[in-house]
């Protein structure tokens, strides 16, 4: 009804699949923060919200007569049921019912091995647009649109699948120290191109560090950045209890400061 051309809203009938993107990004978003909140009320209103932005995009879809939400459900049944064969033996919905020994191990293990399949299966499809290159990566369907720390986790993690990878966290650890002397250098040198090249290459070594310590790297950044805000209102309410302005405190207090906001627990 939003989209209808008579009796729509103006608005939702200027959308298109692209002006959808920073819309949909923000949802999700949305979605963790309520999560991390433990608000239920708030997580539900919000999954309705990321919800909406599968049907609008399958209705756009629809409208040019390219696929309806209805094909989007079947299509990840379809892949769910593919990459479970452990609760769906032979790959059908009949198959369900029948207890599987499979540890949590072994089921990443076979998605991974399942999800290389497709890949290849859909190199197959494309035909000659993917043999007219000259070299294949692994690497081609890893969208570029991701978030930095995300898109870096996931080229870490297929490199590794293909035995790029280190077997400890020591090796890692000692890599993060190496990039960071050599961005120190660049920034004794005054090479600004230099030193923001080796920034990212800390930035990539600190993501390759959370992987191979089962860490979620966006997930300990936005901790980060919590404690980070948490701690800077404490600062911030202290110094206006005092009657202080925080742009004429002293760096040496704000420290001081910032040192007992942490030992507060914040």
């Known amino acids: 009804m939003l989209r209808d051309g008579e009796f729509g809203c103006p608005w939702d009938l200027e959308q298109s699949l ?3 993107i920073p819309h949909t990004i923000e949802e999700v978003y949305e979605v963790v923060d309520a999560i991390e909140r433990d608000d239920m009320v708030d997580l539900e209103d919000e999954l309705g919200d990321l919800l909406f932005q599968v049907v609008f995009y399958a209705q756009i879809a629809t409208e040019r007569e390219q696929f309806d939400f209805d094909a989007v459900a079947a299509a990840i049944t379809r892949k769910l049921i593919r990459r479970h064969p452990h609760v769906f033996p ?3 919905l009949e198959g369900f019912g029948r207890k599987s020994e499979i540890s949590s191990e072994q089921v990443l293990v076979n998605w991974e091995t399942i999800k290389q399949q497709e890949r290849e299966e859909k190199r197959r499809r494309q035909g000659g647009a993917q043999e007219n290159q000259a070299q294949e990566s ?7 649109a991701l978030p930095a720390l995300e898109r870096a986790r996931k080229l870490q993690k297929r490199a590794a699948n293909y035995g790029f990878d280190w077997e400890t966290v020591g090796p890692v650890l000692a890599k993060l120290k190496e990039e960071i002397e050599e961005f120190e250098s660049a ?5 600004n191109a230099h ?3 080796e920034l990212g290459d800390i930035l990539f070594a600190s993501v390759n560090l ?5 860490i979620e790297s966006e997930s300990a950044l936005r901790g980060a950045n919590k404690r980070f805000d948490a701690r800077f209102r404490w600062i911030e309410a202290r110094l206006k209890s005092q009657g202080k302005v925080l742009e004429k405190t002293e760096l040496s207090e704000l420290e001081l400061l910032w040192q007992q ?5 914040l």
Request: charged share 25%; net charge neutral; no cysteine.
């Open 195 to 197: 030193a923001e090249a």
């Open 138 to 144: 692994v690497l081609d369907d890893i969208p570029k």
């Open 90 to 92: 032979g790959g059908t």
């Open 187 to 191: 920034l004794a040198a005054g090479d």
């Open 210 to 214: 959370a992987r191979h310590s089962g």
């Open 18 to 20: 692209r002006s959808l």
């Open 261 to 265: 906001a942490k030992a507060s627990g």
